[in-house]
């Protein structure tokens, strides 16, 4: 099974929840936590992490929030994924583990399902990795 980590899993949540309100309005951080049940104090990293890379702006104030830097169509999911995957290997064990050095499986050549989840894990990478972000979001 292809796992996201907390960090990527929550930061899709933050770009999806400003997708969704894309040249409507602002969205305080303090919004999503509440409606996702996510820590304030996670999201402002996460959010820090996203700003700094450019994905995300933040307004101050009252009135404040963040939003998109750019259009849904045009932020790929590699762009975000990116900021928080150290390679773009996701967790694919089919015992769920992953060992401290590596996040392939931990019996690596000798486990028999091992290369064909690697191979499985590369093209849906390079799949998600293409896809907009308004692609990735939309329910088909």
């Avoid at 305080?28 to 996460?46: G, M, Q, T, V």
């Avoid at 996203?50 to 307004?59: E, P, Q």
């Avoid at 009252?62 to 999911?77: E, F, I, R």
């Avoid at 486990?111 to 799949?127: D, I, P, S, Y």
Wanted: net charge positive; charged share 30%.
């Amino acid at each position: 099974m292809i796992r996201f980590l907390r960090r990527e899993d929550y930061a899709i949540v933050i770009v999806g929840v400003l997708a969704r309100e894309y040249k409507k309005r602002l969205v305080p951080l303090s919004l999503i936590a509440k409606e996702y049940d996510i820590s304030l104090l996670f999201l402002r990293n996460l959010a820090h992490d996203l700003r700094d890379a450019g994905v995300i702006k933040a307004v101050e104030g009252k009135n404040g929030g963040y939003y998109l830097t750019k259009d849904p169509k045009s932020v790929k999911m590699g762009e975000v994924l990116g900021i928080f995957s150290k390679g773009q290997d996701f967790i694919c064990c089919p015992a769920g583990k992953k060992s401290e050095h590596s996040r392939l499986c931990p019996k690596g050549k000798s486990c028999f399902a091992g290369n064909k989840w690697r191979q499985l894990n590369k093209e849906f990478v390079q799949k998600v990795y293409k896809l907009s972000l308004k692609e990735f979001l939309a329910h088909k």
